[in-house]
């Protein structure tokens, strides 16, 4: 199930290695957060079947980073954190705010394939930064920059293509694309082109490139959703004429958007990366001493024997961007990082199968145990020492998963535990320290004397 070394493998970023991509819709009134593969089809019914992850209440923006990390707007504030999967929860309750107090104030946010967000505040300028990561942090004021000023808030939409090209549909209905703004003496209004004849006014309840590069669109009058077929030649016009009907039924959704697919429904396939393993601390844990002393004038023999269980503790890193629908259990059969005896290097007890749980922290059971013979010399003592060591490692792993929507992706990450290792018995002569010695002695005068006391009353 799986092996020390994955060569057929590559390292990097998570893979899908069938591209996946779902479409999201917040429900106006309730903001039930539905998710299910976009429709493909004029009978899809995609409002019926998509499946509930979650709630987002009083949310008034949706946006997803090219990462597949979601990001949500509520009153002035803004949130981010994985993408939702949990049908009866707020996401809001779990999400990390990273804004305040100025996010309620734009108009347009949305993220370009590169991870720059872009943002058009109510004023009309437009804004380009990092995505916020501090709420304690103005992202308009300290990590954005001012690309654009005055006219940007006429727009209907703002949109990118997979490429990076940025869309808008203006005040007047038309749709125009050009490259982003880079700085304020750029004249976007004037060098952007027109991609279309048609008046697309009534097309920006949502509208939106897939992460395919097909061009989606809700009517917000019918409630129906189109798209425009990807070419193999770069688009350049978009007739109303070619539009597919993907199904009807979105004028019961407040927010869309599409992100990749990144809930996890089962593992199946995993591997521990061992060379790559680091050992973070080690240090040495007792098990048992004992003291055999002989006052004897003969040698004398004792056995000494013990039987320890510890615990090893570990969990698995999630800094992948997926998440795990509700009460899915995620668990997989794979070997024991360890360290080597002989080398002292991490590595895979491959003759061990465990069964780990990918979500929660795993516990598996060391056992040591040894039975040993004593000869004490006559008056000498010893002492009889059992431990091991006990070492902290970091092991990289990677593994194939299949998404909730039967997609299937390569994800790495970095397994954290403890192990028990090298057990050893050691034997060594006993004289108690001075300190002991002395302390010893003011114990048995305390007790003379206190006795001495008490046989005089």
């Known amino acids: 199930m799986e ?5 057929s493998w590559s390292c990097g970023p998570v893979i899908m290695d069938t591209p996946g991509f ?23 019914s995609y409002i019926l079947r998509a499946t509930p992850v979650g709630k987002l209440m009083k949310a008034t923006k949706i946006f997803f980073s090219p990462e597949g990390e979601m990001f949500s707007v509520r009153g002035g504030d803004v949130y981010r954190g994985p993408i939702p999967s949990e049908q009866d929860l707020d996401w809001f309750s779990a999400a990390k705010k990273v804004g305040k107090v100025d996010w309620g104030n734009f108009k347009f946010l949305l993220f370009h394939p590169n991870g720059d967000l ?36 006429s727009l209907q939409a703002l949109f990118f293509d997979p490429e990076g090209a940025l869309y808008a549909v203006k005040s007047d209905g ?10 304020l003496e750029d004249h976007w209004f004037d060098e952007c082109i027109s991609v279309s004849a048609d008046d697309w006014s009534k097309l920006t309840h949502f509208i939106s490139f ?18 425009f077929p990807r070419t193999t030649i770069v688009k350049t016009t978009y007739s109303h004429h070619e539009a597919q009907s993907m199904g009807q039924g979105f004028k019961l959704g407040l927010l869309f958007a599409f992100t990749t697919d990144k809930i996890i429904h089962s593992i199946e396939h995993f591997e521990f990366i061992p060379e790559s393993g680091a050992i973070v601390s080690k240090r040495p844990v007792v098990l048992k001493s004992q003291i055999y002393k ?31 629908k509700e009460g899915a259990k995620i668990t997989f059969d794979a070997g024991i990082p360890c360290v080597d005896k002989t080398g002292g290097q991490v590595s895979i007890k491959t003759n061990t199968i465990h069964t780990w749980n990918y979500t929660e922290t795993n516990s598996n059971q060391a056992s040591f145990s040894d039975t040993s013979d004593v000869l004490v010399p006559l008056h000498k003592s010893i002492r009889m020492t059992a431990w091991v060591r ?8 990677r593994a194939q998963v299949r998404t909730m929507f039967g997609n299937t992706a390569t994800i790495e990450g970095t397994w ?14 006993y004289k108690p320290s001075a300190l002991l010695l002395l302390n010893l002695l003011k114990h048995l005068s305390t007790r003379d004397n206190s006795q001495g006391s008490s046989s005089l009353l």
């Open 416 to 429: 954290k535990g403890i192990c028990f290792y090298n057990m050893m018995v050691s034997q060594e002569d």
């Open 118 to 153: 872009y943002v058009v505040t109510n004023n009309g300028d437009l804004y380009k930064g990092p995505a916020p990561t501090n709420e304690n942090m103005s992202w308009l004021y300290r990590q954005a920059t001012k690309i654009g000023s005055c006219t940007w808030n």
């Open 294 to 324: 002989n006052e004897d004038d003969v040698p004398l023999k004792h056995t000494f024997s013990f039987s320890q269980t510890l615990n090893e503790t570990s969990n698995f890193t999630h800094d992948h961007g997926f998440a795990v």
């Open 3 to 7: 092996s020390a070394r994955g060569d």
């Open 22 to 44: 779902l479409l999201f819709i917040v429900t106006k009134g309730k903001y039930t957060i539905g998710a299910g593969l976009p429709p493909n089809n004029k009978d899809d």
């Open 210 to 227: 897939s992460p395919e590069g097909e061009l989606c669109c809700v009517n917000e009058d019918t409630g129906y959703m189109y798209k």
């Open 174 to 183: 038309q749709l125009v694309m050009g490259d982003p703004p880079t700085s």
């Open 390 to 397: 006990r070492a902290v490692l970091n092991v990289p792993y």
